[in-house]
């Protein structure tokens, strides 16, 4: 481990035993609350934004796994981070299911368990808006990618029209309660223009889905 990941492996605050008892629903419900927009266009972004991937593959916050069937064969190696143990377990049962070869790793995008300069493609979908600290988490990103990589990702966004972004304001404290920690109106592109990346990304529409998370932000970012 280099020096900068052991600076960087802090614990991280536990959360409380009823919050856990709800990310542990969470992990049960996520699926079928997303399967709309899943069904409507996630799915196909999904795929489209994984095609791109290349070499050693890390998957930040994979959750339930919904990315795994996309990935390209020619990857050299793919590695799944989740932090939330029933994730971990329903994630262990997808890949399972699927049939391809990774490797899954307990560990946060905050702390992340590879050397400097060490992976080609790091994979964000849906993950940078529910990390306590998202600025850390790109730093760890920009450290674990090596001169040339990509970080690919799909996140829902701040708005840009002003009417739904008070609307992102307002529900802010209860999507986040009971969307285990997500942040609906992060301001994620910004967030990564500071933290140095070069960012080309599409707008979207996350249809089928509550209206604080319909906006999207889908492309690549490099160091």
Same mark, same amino acid.
């Given at each position: 481990?280099?020096?900068?990941?052991?600076?960087?492996?802090?614990?991280?605050?536990?959360?409380?035993?009823?919050?856990?008892?709800?990310?542990?629903?969470?992990?049960?419900?996520?699926?079928?609350?997303?399967?709309?927009?899943?069904?409507?266009?996630m799915?196909?972004?999904?795929?489209?934004?994984?095609a791109?991937?290349?070499?050693?593959?890390?998957?930040?916050?994979?959750?339930?796994?919904?990315?795994?069937?996309?990935?390209?064969d020619?990857?050299?190696?793919?590695?799944?981070?989740?932090?939330?143990?029933?994730?971990?377990?329903?994630?262990?049962?997808?890949?399972?299911?699927?049939?391809?070869?990774?490797?899954?790793?307990?560990?946060?995008a905050?702390?992340?368990?590879? !050397?400097?300069?060490?992976?080609?493609?790091?994979?964000?979908?849906?993950?940078?808006?529910?990390?306590?600290d998202?600025?850390?988490?790109?730093?760890?990103?920009?450290?674990?990618?090596?001169?040339?990589?990509?970080?690919?990702?799909?996140?829902?966004?701040?708005?840009?029209s002003?009417?739904?972004?008070?609307?992102?304001?307002?529900?802010?404290?209860?999507w986040?309660?009971?969307?285990?920690?997500?942040?609906?109106?992060?301001?994620?592109?910004?967030?990564?223009?500071?933290?140095?990346?070069?960012?080309?990304?599409?707008?979207?529409?996350?249809?089928?889905?509550?209206?604080?998370?319909?906006?999207?932000?889908?492309?690549?970012? !490099?160091?």
């Amino acid at each position: 481990m280099t020096e900068t990941a052991r600076e960087n492996s802090r614990t991280e605050p536990q959360p409380t035993p009823a919050y856990a008892v709800w990310l542990r629903v969470m992990a049960l419900v996520y699926d079928p609350f997303v399967w709309l927009g899943e069904l409507i266009g996630m799915r196909r972004r999904r795929r489209e934004l994984v095609a791109d991937a290349r070499g050693r593959v890390v998957e930040i916050g994979a959750g339930t796994g919904l990315n795994l069937p996309h990935y390209p064969d020619g990857v050299d190696e793919l590695v799944l981070t989740e932090p939330e143990p029933a994730m971990r377990r329903k994630l262990a049962r997808r890949l399972e299911r699927v049939g391809r070869t990774a490797r899954i790793c307990d560990a946060s995008a905050l702390h992340l368990p590879f !050397t400097d300069a060490s992976v080609d493609t790091v994979v964000s979908t849906l993950v940078l808006c529910t990390v306590p600290d998202p600025e850390a988490a790109l730093r760890e990103i920009a450290r674990v990618l090596r001169p040339g990589g990509q970080l690919l990702f799909i996140e829902h966004i701040r708005s840009g029209s002003r009417l739904l972004a008070a609307y992102q304001d307002v529900m802010l404290r209860p999507w986040r309660g009971f969307a285990g920690g997500c942040v609906c109106n992060r301001p994620t592109l910004q967030l990564m223009h500071a933290c140095g990346f070069t960012v080309r990304a599409d707008a979207a529409v996350w249809h089928g889905m509550p209206a604080v998370v319909h906006p999207l932000a889908i492309g690549r970012a !490099t160091i």
